[in-house]
Structures are given as structure tokens and as C-alpha cells.
């Protein structure tokens, strides 16, 4: 099994910084891709960037590229993102996830939830104006 716990949120000023990590343990090793998503209450849930475990990769929301950047730290099997230029619309519930791709079966985009398999507890980010 694989546990993911994200750390790093809390209560920033628009403008400002804010750093979010997430730890995974257990079988990572078939991960393809890891990705990062946030919900504020009564939206769903949205993509906000992903990363290419092996290949480096990086993909991200058009709302947040330029602002955001994710990164990773393979020796700790650490996931990274660094936030940057805060607004009060960045305030949402983030989430760390992990995919598993099966060979033989399509895999959905790297900015669709239902593409991955693990999911953290979530971490609060709050931006205030």
C-alpha cells in the first residue's frame, strides 16, 4: 500500500510565499507521475500541477503556471510545491496524489483526478487579502 501525507500548509498574505511537501511510503516504485490538486469548499476538484517521476516533467494549471513550481526529491520520495504570489483564489484544501498506470490500459491525463490511485489527507491553504 502507499500512504501519502502532505505538510507545509497555513495562512499566508496575498502576495506571499508558501511551500507544501508530500512524503510517500510504500510501493511508489510503478508511480509514473505525481500531481498536485486543490478543492475549495463547494468547488470541485481541480488540477494544479504534476511532475514526471523519472523524466522530470512538469505540467501545470494555466491559473497557476508562472506562480507555482513543482518539483521532486527522488532520494527522499518527496514531492514539492513551491507556491509563489499568493491570491486569495489559491485558498483551497491541496492534495498530493500518485498514479499507477497498468500497461495495456489507457491512462487519462495527467491534469484528470481519476488518473490517479493514491491520495493524501490534504493540507489547508489559506491566502488572505
Known amino acids: 500500500q502507499v500512504q501519502l501525507v502532505e505538510s507545509g500548509g497555513g495562512l499566508v498574505q496575498t502576495g506571499g510565499s508558501l511551500s507544501l511537501s508530500c512524503a510517500a511510503s510504500?510501493?511508489?516504485?510503478?508511480?509514473?507521475?505525481r500531481g498536485w490538486f486543490r478543492q475549495a469548499p463547494g468547488k470541485e476538484r481541480e488540477f494544479v500541477a504534476a511532475?514526471?517521476?523519472?523524466?522530470?516533467?512538469?505540467y501545470y494549471a494555466d491559473s497557476v503556471k508562472g506562480r507555482f513550481t513543482i518539483s521532486r526529491d527522488n532520494t527522499r520520495n518527496t514531492v514539492w510545491l513551491h507556491m509563489f504570489s499568493l491570491k486569495p483564489e489559491d485558498t483551497a484544501v491541496y492534495y498530493c496524489?500518485?498514479?499507477?498506470?497498468?500497461?495495456?490500459?489507457?491512462?487519462?491525463?495527467?491534469?484528470?483526478?481519476?488518473?490517479?490511485?493514491?491520495w493524501g489527507q490534504g493540507t489547508q491553504v489559506t491566502v488572505s487579502s
Open positions: 510504500g510501493r511508489t516504485f510503478n508511480s509514473f507521475v
Open positions: 496524489a500518485l498514479d499507477h498506470p497498468l500497461e495495456g490500459i489507457p491512462t487519462p491525463a495527467v491534469t484528470t483526478a481519476r488518473r490517479y490511485t493514491y
Open positions: 511532475i514526471n517521476w523519472t523524466g522530470g516533467a512538469t
